[in-house]
């Protein structure tokens, strides 16, 4: 088996294979880049994108906004499509997996890719879908999601995709937010082989807002009333013409909408650009995965997050690869599924979370001992900080020691991959994400914005191409999330370290934010739920580390009237999952009789957090009731 990288010291650096066949082979790149930023993308949008029309400016900054490649004119479903069809229509571009094993692999070449886009654009304008509106999706991993979306790109409809898993209530709150008039949605889908109703929950999600048309994936072959509201994508594709020339956007009109938990109760909607986007997506993932025309990649994360946007849609598309989408439980029928669909697939690129590595661990590796796993070249990460362990077990498990592990830190606000090693570059360092991607810019600084070993981790200008434009319909919110507290630098809300001269040891988030199996949530929503309830007074949520998810939350509610019991417990924790989506669970609630807080009222999580995880508790005298704290210390024990 070929080895791609060689071990030197405690790191590991590409072996003489992987330059052989690497895109990017040595650090030259990053001086190139270093030099002139704005040239170094100017010629990557130039090579890696069909433009209808040139820019007339490369980039413009008018913080807290900036532009890239303005008055550029292209489309995004034209450069993940028709620019392929010539030279590779009979190439797979989707390799859909059902998550029966008894439904046969689907493989969807460009060229049907194409005409199923074609014609749902056609769809969507004849529900009167027109360039700029927002068209909500509400769709399990099946293709019909990356149909929707780029059918979507193709009209210039900017879409907003709801992961499926998230509740009815968390569904409304998003259609609401983007106005918008048409949502796609399935029957249902299959998980860990029990059929789930996604209709009902569409149904319910609707209800009060702007909703006039449902368009209806039947994926369970479920018998469904048709009418002037819901109607079928199977049969209404069927209904229109087979050609829908795209619309032709600028470079900054916005590509798609995606919310993301934030410190406040209400979720953000992270708008993406059309050209700086997509030119980040397709060289960040041509180069991370060093994917190659016949390889083969699988990032294992739904659509309904950002990763699946950018490396299970865009990405792989624009740059005419081949993606494997899989729509079920990781551990079905059993905990090798995953480890089959690699070999079935030949999958060269793998990108994951580490929770599901941690998962696979503690499931045995007699699973993954089944399979050759002797096609993987490039193993990604993301979400988390990836612990040494996982990182090692990952390594040696599934890379059989024998393929580089790429930590790739970013965020939805990001759009793409920000800090990571390139493959053919190197070092590779458990746990240590690495360096800013050529042409990007991040630093460490203290709170006083300096450079510093250990802090935030900021952004420098020119930020990269595939940044956030704004929070949909909330400049202020933009402003103060991002802008505010580093004057000049893009604030990631993560705390960071160097762990040498150029590599960067993210540490996680610093905001009152928490990564749940790498599922970004809000303790704010959590608590926003809690406090609804007609028992809870106040409530404050904060994330614990587990073995497992990473973090988990737990509640301390304060009851406005009522007695602490099981059963309260249970229905409040019922109500989360009920009113956000299962990856909401609270691990366990303590009903306490006050929250530690400040002068001003804020409630101080990071106190309530140290207690459970026994580390020290930093200042208690700025607090208006410091007395609580030993109160809710002995409860604990
Ligand atoms: O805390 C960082 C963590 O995930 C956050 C962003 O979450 P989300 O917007 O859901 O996007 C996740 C996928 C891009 C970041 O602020 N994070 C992401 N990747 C890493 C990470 N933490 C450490 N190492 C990573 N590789």
């Not at 002797?374 to 599934?398: C, H, M, Q, R």
Request: charged share 30%.
């Amino acid at each position: 088996m070929v080895k791609y990288v060689v071990k030197k010291g405690d790191k590991y650096y590409p072996s003489d294979e992987m330059k052989k066949i690497a895109w990017i082979k040595s650090d030259s790149i990053y001086k190139e880049a270093k030099k002139n930023p704005i040239k170094f993308w100017d010629n990557l949008a130039k090579q890696g994108l069909y433009w209808e029309k040139l820019w007339d400016k490369t980039y413009e900054e008018k913080l807290p906004y900036f532009e890239w490649f303005k008055g550029g004119k292209l489309n995004a479903s034209f450069n993940c499509l028709d620019r392929h069809i010539n030279i590779r229509s009979m190439k797979d571009a989707v390799i859909f997996v059902p998550e029966s094993t008894k439904e046969k692999t689907q493989k969807i070449t460009y060229m049907d890719l194409y005409k199923k886009v074609n014609r749902f654009a056609n769809v969507l304008k004849s529900l009167k879908v027109k360039k700029g509106d927002v068209v909500s999706i509400y769709l399990p991993l099946i293709p019909e999601l990356i149909i929707s979306m780029l059918a979507c790109a193709r009209i210039g409809a900017i879409h907003s995709v709801v992961f499926s898993a998230f509740s009815d209530e968390a569904l409304k709150t998003r259609i609401k937010d983007g106005k918008s008039k048409v949502l796609i949605t399935s029957d249902g889908y299959y998980r860990k082989g029990e059929k789930k109703d996604l209709l009902k929950k569409a149904k319910s999600g609707i209800k009060g807002t702007k909703i006039k048309k449902v368009v209806v994936v039947n994926r369970l072959n479920k018998k469904i009333k048709y009418n002037n509201k819901f109607v079928s994508f199977e049969k209404e594709s069927k209904k229109v013409e087979q050609y829908c020339e795209p619309e032709i956007m600028n470079s900054n009109d916005t590509l798609f909408i995606l919310y993301t938990s934030g410190t406040t109760g209400n979720p953000k909607g992270i708008m993406h650009d059309t050209g700086g986007y997509l030119t980040q997506a397709y060289w960040s993932t041509k180069w991370n995965f060093n994917l190659l025309e016949k390889d083969v990649i699988w990032c294992t994360a739904d659509i309904g997050w950002i990763t699946g946007h950018t490396y299970s849609c865009y990405g792989p598309l624009s740059l005419g690869g081949t993606l494997v989408l899989y729509e079920g439980g990781l551990d079905y029928p059993n905990p090798g599924r995953w480890w089959k669909i690699v070999d079935e697939n030949k999958v060269t690129s793998f990108y994951t979370a580490p929770t599901a590595i941690r998962m696979f661990m503690r499931l045995g590796e007699k699973w993954v001992n089944k399979y050759k796993l002797d096609s993987l070249k490039v193993l990604g990460t993301v979400g988390e900080p990836i612990d040494s362990d996982a990182w090692n077990w990952y390594f040696n498990k599934i890379g059989k020691g024998r393929c580089p592990i790429i930590d790739t830190w970013w965020q939805t606000e990001t759009g793409a991959n920000m800090v990571n090693a390139l493959p053919g570059v190197g070092p590779f360092i458990p746990g240590v994400a690495g360096r800013s991607f050529p042409g990007i810019k991040h630093e460490v600084v203290n709170e006083k914005g300096r450079k510093s070993k250990k802090g935030f981790l900021v952004q420098l200008s020119p930020f990269a191409p595939a940044m956030l434009q704004g929070i949909f319909r909330n400049k202020k919110r933009y402003r103060e999330t991002y802008w505010k507290r580093f004057k000049g630098k893009y604030d990631t809300s993560d705390g960071a370290f160097y762990y040498d001269k150029d590599n960067i040891r993210i540490t996680g988030r610093i905001d009152d934010v928490i990564k749940v199996a790498g599922h970004r949530l809000s303790t704010a929503e959590m608590e926003n739920v809690l406090n609804g309830d007609k028992f809870v007074n106040e409530s404050a949520v904060v994330g614990i580390p587990d073995k497992i998810r990473g973090e988990v939350p737990v509640a301390f509610v304060v009851l406005e009237k009522g007695k602490a019991s099981k059963e309260l417990e249970k229905s409040l924790i019922k109500l989360i999952r009920s009113k956000i989506g299962p990856i909401a669970g609270l691990n366990k609630i303590y009903f306490v009789e006050d929250l530690p807080k400040t002068r001003s009222g804020k409630i101080m999580r990071r106190i309530l957090r140290n207690l459970l995880t026994k580390e020290s508790l930093g200042g208690v005298s700025t607090l208006v009731n410091p007395g609580c704290v030993d109160v809710i210390k002995e409860q604990l024990v």
